[in-house]
């Protein structure tokens, strides 16, 4: 095995680029577990650590390579909430929103934020140059996405401004450490227009534009529309049963989980 | 692969297979034994050392990736002979019972006290949440971080449970 530590982006992507089959490492956090799980190990490795131009971060063009401590530490909402529930102070102080998108696990913690916000992810190769794509494009299944050979991940671009109110929350079988069994994201803008997206419930960041329609039109839901609300998202879910949780708890709880967002969007002062 | 990197202030290098992970490095090249692994899959937290400052699970990072950087392990800790205030925390309030766990909770709980060193316990809690432990069911580890901010705020830690309670 042999490992480059490129300190810019274009020597990453030339890197890349003479070995489209290389393994990209970013934190680590998802690789070098699968590697003491018994993956195959890696021939050629190439780590972004190093690479300036991914710890970039302008307004709400996030470099790949900014970890979950800054993010935690950033603007208040629901980005910072969810880097907030990743895996442990450790994990947080390597782990990347880069990485986060790559691996695209439906338990991902931003990825809701992300389908919400309807955020893009800008991606780069030496050959093909910048392409941004959107979230919808990108996530395509279970740890999958449309991400070429050679090509990497470089920068995460949220909306500017992003909505008035934004909320994330997760719920896993304890507080500390845990995987996502149901998160769900919710935006709402000052006319109304709600936006909801949920993770773990579906191979990709799920939408629920039923609810999301029926509850923009509300100017000031009451408790009916907010059931409505509730009832549209749990219709809209796909989850399966697996060692983390049953299909019909996580349809329930995607439901409740977006109510109790929406109300702390309609509660709170703009962001 | 060659690799250069500061342990405890100490410039050290030497040849490694490139797969060799920062924890097996230090364990193993350096002699340095203090750091645990627990499960070599980023949970525990045994292996929580400092690198650039910063704690990390030495697990989840390789040797090379290290090139150039500070670490430092329980074994740097202490300076001049005298116990770090944590490590005198863990001593003082029984922080420990195999003390498996007692280098990756102290070097996190020094992690933690850096940046704030009047944590409630909530915070310390929260703080330790990717170091577990086996044995002791954490009340004392909290208290033992505890005893060491206040020692880090020049205060008189609180007395011991153990006095207070009053037999
Ligand atoms: C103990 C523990 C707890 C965890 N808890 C959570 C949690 O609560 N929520 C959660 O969402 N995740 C969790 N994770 C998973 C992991 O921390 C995150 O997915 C993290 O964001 C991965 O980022 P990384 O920088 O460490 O990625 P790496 O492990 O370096 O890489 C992950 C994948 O992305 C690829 N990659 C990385 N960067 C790029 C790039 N710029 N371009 C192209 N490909 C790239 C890599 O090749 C690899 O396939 C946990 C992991 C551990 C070990
Ligand atoms: S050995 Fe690194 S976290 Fe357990
Ligand atoms: S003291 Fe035994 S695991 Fe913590």
Known sequence: ?271 | MHVSMSVNGREVSGDVEPRTLLVHYLRENLGLTGTHVGCDTGYCGACTVHVDGISTKSCTMLAVQAEGAEITTIEGLASNGELHPVQEGFWERHGLQCGFCTPGMIMQSAYLLAEDNNPDEDTIRHGLDGNLCRCTGYHNIVKAVQYAGARMRSEEPDAPDWEEEGT
């Not at chain 1, 986060?100 to 309807?118: E, R, W």
Request: hydrophobic share 40%.
């Open chain 1, 1 to 271: 095995m042999d490992c480059e530590h490129p300190h810019h982006l274009d020597a990453a992507l030339a890197a890349l680029g003479d070995d489209p089959a290389a393994t990209v490492l970013a934190g680590g956090t998802d690789v070098m577990v699968d590697l003491s799980f018994g993956q195959p190990h890696p021939v050629h490795v190439i780590a972004l650590r190093r690479v300036v131009e991914s710890a970039e971060w302008q307004e709400g063009r996030i470099g790949a390579g900014v970890t979950y401590r800054r993010l935690e530490r950033g603007p208040p909402g629901a980005l910072a909430q969810a880097s907030r529930t990743v895996g442990s102070p450790q994990i947080r102080n390597t782990g990347t929103i880069g990485g986060n998108v790559a691996t695209a696990s439906p338990a991902g913690d931003t990825l809701p934020v992300i389908a919400a916000c309807d955020a893009a992810i800008e991606v780069a190769s030496r050959d093909g140059g910048v392409r941004v794509v959107s979230w919808a494009d990108f996530f395509t299944g279970v740890k999958q996405t449309s991400l070429r050979p050679g090509e990497l991940v470089t920068a995460i671009v949220f909306p500017d401004p992003m909505p008035a109110h934004h909320e994330f929350a997760k719920i896993g079988v304890r507080n500390a450490m845990v995987i996502s069994m149901v998160s769900a994201c919710v935006t709402r803008s000052e006319d109304g227009t709600t936006r909801v997206a949920l993770g773990s419930v579906a191979p990709t960041p799920l939408r629920a534009t039923a609810a999301e329609e029926m509850i923009s039109a509300e100017t000031n839901p009451g408790e009916s529309a907010l059931t409505e609300f509730s009832r549209l998202v749990s219709a809209a879910v796909r989850p399966i049963t697996d060692h983390r949780g049953t299909e019909s708890y996580r349809r329930h709880a995607s439901g409740v989980l977006a109510r109790r967002l929406l109300e702390r969007c309609l509660r709170r002062e703009p962001r």
